[in-house]
Protein backbone atom coordinates (compact mmCIF):
# COMPACT_ATOMS: atom_id res chain seq x y z
CA UNK A 1 0.00 0.00 0.00
CA UNK A 2 0.91 3.27 -0.88
CA UNK A 3 1.47 5.49 2.62
CA UNK A 4 1.34 9.49 2.32
CA UNK A 5 2.32 11.32 5.40
CA UNK A 6 0.35 13.97 6.34
CA UNK A 7 2.40 17.02 7.79
CA UNK A 8 1.48 16.17 11.21
CA UNK A 9 2.39 12.58 11.07
CA UNK A 10 5.95 14.04 9.46
CA UNK A 11 6.64 16.83 12.20
CA UNK A 12 5.90 14.02 15.17
CA UNK A 13 7.85 11.81 13.04
CA UNK A 14 11.23 13.65 12.53
CA UNK A 15 11.39 16.38 14.67
CA UNK A 16 11.60 17.24 18.63
CA UNK A 17 10.93 13.94 20.36
CA UNK A 18 10.28 11.88 17.09
CA UNK A 19 7.34 10.18 18.72
CA UNK A 20 6.11 8.72 15.56
CA UNK A 21 9.21 7.56 14.28
CA UNK A 22 8.64 3.80 15.39
CA UNK A 23 5.52 4.07 13.55
CA UNK A 24 6.97 5.16 10.51
CA UNK A 25 9.78 2.46 10.82
CA UNK A 26 6.67 0.14 11.28
CA UNK A 27 5.14 1.35 8.00
CA UNK A 28 8.52 -0.02 6.17
CA UNK A 29 8.69 -3.12 7.88
CA UNK A 30 4.90 -4.25 7.12
CA UNK A 31 6.57 -3.31 2.86
CA UNK A 32 4.43 -0.25 2.88
CA UNK A 33 5.63 2.29 0.74
CA UNK A 34 5.85 6.07 2.04
CA UNK A 35 5.57 9.17 0.54
CA UNK A 36 4.40 12.62 0.71
CA UNK A 37 2.91 15.02 -1.77
CA UNK A 38 3.77 18.37 -2.74
CA UNK A 39 1.04 20.26 -0.67
CA UNK A 40 2.79 18.41 2.90
CA UNK A 41 6.42 19.07 1.56
CA UNK A 42 5.25 22.93 1.16
CA UNK A 43 3.53 22.68 4.59
CA UNK A 44 7.33 20.92 6.18
CA UNK A 45 9.41 23.19 4.51
CA UNK A 46 7.72 26.35 5.77
CA UNK A 47 8.04 25.60 9.20
CA UNK A 48 11.50 26.16 11.13
CA UNK A 49 13.34 22.76 10.78
CA UNK A 50 16.77 22.07 11.56
CA UNK A 51 19.57 21.30 8.96
CA UNK A 52 19.20 18.10 10.61
CA UNK A 53 15.67 17.41 10.22
CA UNK A 54 15.86 18.64 6.54
CA UNK A 55 18.35 16.00 6.08
CA UNK A 56 16.18 13.35 7.66
CA UNK A 57 13.37 14.16 5.50
CA UNK A 58 15.65 14.32 2.60
CA UNK A 59 17.17 10.72 3.12
CA UNK A 60 13.69 9.59 4.13
CA UNK A 61 11.45 11.32 1.87
CA UNK A 62 13.58 13.17 -0.88
CA UNK A 63 11.83 15.94 -1.98
CA UNK A 64 12.44 15.64 -5.88
CA UNK A 65 10.07 12.33 -5.48
CA UNK A 66 7.26 14.34 -3.95
CA UNK A 67 3.59 13.37 -5.45
CA UNK A 68 2.79 16.24 -7.65
CA UNK A 69 -0.39 18.54 -7.15
CA UNK A 70 -1.42 18.31 -11.01
CA UNK A 71 -4.48 18.34 -12.67
CA UNK A 72 -5.79 15.48 -11.73
CA UNK A 73 -5.07 15.99 -8.26
CA UNK A 74 -6.40 19.88 -8.69
CA UNK A 75 -9.45 18.37 -10.09
CA UNK A 76 -10.29 16.14 -7.23
CA UNK A 77 -9.26 18.56 -4.68
CA UNK A 78 -11.93 21.30 -6.56
CA UNK A 79 -14.81 18.13 -6.14
CA UNK A 80 -14.02 17.70 -2.67
CA UNK A 81 -14.43 21.50 -2.06
CA UNK A 82 -17.68 21.07 -2.75
CA UNK A 83 -18.39 18.45 -0.47
CA UNK A 84 -17.03 18.66 2.37
CA UNK A 85 -17.64 21.24 5.22
CA UNK A 86 -15.47 24.63 5.97
CA UNK A 87 -14.11 24.25 2.70
CA UNK A 88 -12.53 27.67 2.16
CA UNK A 89 -10.37 26.84 5.51
CA UNK A 90 -9.26 23.37 4.78
CA UNK A 91 -7.86 24.43 0.99
CA UNK A 92 -4.42 22.62 1.31
CA UNK A 93 -5.50 19.42 3.75
CA UNK A 94 -7.79 18.71 0.51
CA UNK A 95 -4.79 19.31 -2.08
CA UNK A 96 -3.22 16.61 0.48
CA UNK A 97 -6.10 14.58 0.25
CA UNK A 98 -6.83 14.65 -3.63
CA UNK A 99 -3.27 13.46 -3.86
CA UNK A 100 -3.44 10.83 -1.93
CA UNK A 101 -6.74 9.78 -3.51
CA UNK A 102 -5.63 10.06 -6.89
CA UNK A 103 -2.79 7.60 -6.19
CA UNK A 104 -5.51 5.31 -4.41
CA UNK A 105 -3.03 5.27 -1.47
CA UNK A 106 -3.82 5.74 2.18
CA UNK A 107 -3.36 9.01 4.49
CA UNK A 108 -1.23 9.06 7.72
CA UNK A 109 -2.28 11.80 9.76
CA UNK A 110 -2.23 12.74 13.28
CA UNK A 111 -5.15 15.13 12.41
CA UNK A 112 -7.54 12.42 11.67
CA UNK A 113 -10.61 15.26 12.84
CA UNK A 114 -9.37 17.50 9.67
CA UNK A 115 -9.58 14.44 7.23
CA UNK A 116 -12.32 11.64 8.77
CA UNK A 117 -15.48 12.95 6.64
CA UNK A 118 -12.77 13.63 3.00
CA UNK A 119 -15.00 11.34 0.79
CA UNK A 120 -12.80 8.30 -0.81
CA UNK A 121 -9.87 9.03 1.13
CA UNK A 122 -8.47 6.00 2.88
CA UNK A 123 -6.29 6.76 6.58
CA UNK A 124 -4.15 4.80 8.11
Known amino acids: MIVHLDTSALVDA ?5 QSLPRLHEFVREG ?22 LRDQEALLPRSAAVPFDAEAAGTAA ?15 LAIAACAIVQEGALWTLNEEDFGDIPGLKLV
Open 79 to 93: DLYGQVPRARARQLD
Open 14 to 18: LTGHR
Open 32 to 53: HRLTLSAPTLHEWLRGPRTLGE
